[in-house]
């Protein structure tokens, strides 16, 4: 995963670029100097004099001796990982979420509530949000925030242009969240929901080590978002992966967005519960949320109800279509089924490999297709991961706390 998208930033000194080359080598675990200068392209005596200013910050610490060879042992360095932290905030239709994250990318805290979003409205919930974070921080800053919503947002400019779920336009969130938490609007970013989700599955699930990858996320609507060389790929005007409105079915049903036959006509989670079941039964119950709505058509899938099996049957069949053309416009190593998807895996992946399979563009599909092990927690993971980010590309963001305790010369050969 790149460090940082460009643009994210502004450009930083040679110093500091040299400080964040040596922060984010370390992450791979702990390393000497002699080793650290190889990977990073600088002399020992420049690693030693960053070291100890990383030190300073607090960023990083001693990590005993490396013997070996003929020579005295070297002295090690690694990562401090509970120096500072990221928050991911995530806004859905039935649920606001929180998580903080430490550098070495452990969950230190995470919190989850139900609620009825729309009904809230925008300041209502960005309240929420920020009391969920703040209880969640206990005073804490964190180095940087990233906000999940679902819907078309630009990046850049870290406004949701439109949520449809939300029935939100234009929410300046960085702006809204900085006033209440305190922190500078540049500290904030937000992103859509399947960007995030894609970057979580390279970070931490079936993408690590993955160039091209496209995720699909199911929830009250379809999304999708494509990590290609490390960097979100998001289009001219930063709304790529809106695959919720590939056609599947010319002779289907009316999409609000106007056209007939979307993606999310069919995928989307009350198209899939409407089939499931009549109006009435459990399934169409919101105090349920999505999780136990999911869970319970699972259960009848499993016990073999007719109709739930009919559903999500029908359901494979419709993104199998929708990801051959995916597959066949972008060509990615590995498309993972989320949101939702994911928790239906089981019955959702072979339909959309026989779809792939029916549709090859002159050649057998060679792309994998895999439910995230992540489930509904990717687009979190993904959000932390960035707000950690922050810190990688520009380690000064975090003030000098001491002096440092590592000794600064490495042990002669």
């Given at each position: 995963m790149a460090a940082t998208e460009p643009g994210q930033l502004d450009p930083v000194s040679p110093r500091?670029?040299?400080?964040?080359?040596?922060?984010?080598?370390?992450?791979?675990?702990?390393?000497?100097?002699?080793?650290?200068?190889?990977?990073?392209?600088?002399?020992?005596?420049?690693?030693?004099?960053?070291?100890?200013?990383?030190?300073?910050?607090?960023?990083?610490?001693?990590?005993?001796?490396?013997?070996?060879?003929?020579?005295?042992?070297?002295?090690?360095?690694?990562?401090?990982?509970?120096s500072a932290c990221g928050l991911a905030l995530s806004v859905e239709a039935d649920r606001f979420a929180a998580v903080v994250t430490n550098l070495d990318?452990?969950?230190?805290?995470?919190?989850?509530?139900?609620?009825?979003?729309?009904?809230?409205?925008?300041?209502?919930?960005?309240?929420?949000?920020?009391?969920?974070a703040r209880q969640l921080l206990l005073g804490d800053q964190p180095v940087g925030v990233t906000v999940s919503v679902p819907g078309l947002v630009d990046s850049a400019a870290a406004v949701l242009r439109f949520a449809p779920t939300l029935r939100w336009r234009d929410a300046e969130i960085a702006d809204l969240l900085a006033a209440r938490l305190g922190l500078t609007v540049d500290a904030i970013r937000v992103d859509n929901e399947a960007n995030l989700g894609a970057v979580g599955e390279v970070v931490a699930g079936v993408g690590r080590g993955v160039r091209e990858l496209f995720y699909l996320s199911g929830g009250t609507g379809v999304g999708g978002g494509l990590v290609s060389g490390g960097t979100i790929l998001r289009g001219a005007r930063g709304f790529a992966g809106e695959v919720g409105h590939i056609?599947?079915?010319?002779?289907?049903?009316?999409?609000?967005?106007?056209?007939?036959?979307?993606?999310?006509?069919?995928?989307?989670?009350?198209?899939?519960?409407?089939?499931?079941?009549?109006?009435?039964?459990?399934?169409?119950?919101?105090?349920?949320?999505?999780?136990?709505?999911?869970?319970?058509?699972k259960h009848r899938v499993r016990r073999g109800d007719q109709r739930a099996v009919a559903a999500v049957s029908e359901l494979g069949v419709a993104l199998g279509i929708a990801v051959s053309t995916v597959?066949?416009?972008?060509?990615?190593?590995?498309?993972?089924?989320?949101?939702?998807?994911?928790?239906?895996?089981?019955?959702?992946?072979?339909?959309?490999?026989?779809?792939?399979?029916?549709?090859?563009?002159?050649?057998?599909?060679?792309?994998?297709?895999?439910?995230?092990?992540?489930?509904?927690?990717?687009?979190?993971?993904?959000?932390?991961?960035?707000?950690?980010?922050?810190?990688?590309?520009?380690?000064?963001?975090?003030?000098?706390?001491?002096?440092?305790?590592?000794?600064?010369?490495?042990?002669?050969?």
């Open positions: 500091t670029a040299n400080l964040a080359a040596l922060l984010r080598a370390l992450r791979a675990g702990p390393l000497s100097r002699t080793q650290l200068a190889a990977r990073c392209g600088l002399t020992k005596a420049a690693v030693s004099g960053l070291i100890t200013e990383l030190s300073e910050r607090g960023l990083v610490r001693s990590a005993g001796l490396q013997g070996g060879g003929n020579g005295r042992p070297s002295q090690l360095v690694e990562l401090n990982g509970a990318g452990r969950v230190v805290a995470e919190r989850t509530e139900t609620a009825d979003v729309a009904a809230l409205g925008l300041h209502r919930s960005m309240d929420e949000l920020a009391f969920l056609t599947v079915d010319p002779s289907g049903e009316q999409c609000p967005c106007g056209r007939v036959g979307c993606l999310e006509t069919k995928a989307g989670l009350s198209a899939v519960l409407r089939g499931a079941a009549s109006p009435g039964d459990p399934l169409h119950d919101p105090a349920l949320g999505v999780d136990g709505r999911v869970g319970l058509l597959v066949d416009v972008l060509d990615p190593d590995v498309v993972v089924l989320g949101g939702y998807f994911a928790e239906l895996g089981e019955w959702l992946v072979e339909p959309v490999r026989r779809e792939l399979s029916a549709r090859p563009l002159g050649h057998e599909p060679a792309c994998r297709v895999e439910p995230s092990p992540l489930g509904t927690t990717a687009p979190l993971r993904g959000a932390a991961h960035l707000a950690t980010e922050r810190l990688f590309a520009d380690p000064t963001l975090v003030p000098v706390v001491t002096s440092s305790s590592i000794d600064t010369a490495e042990a002669p050969a």
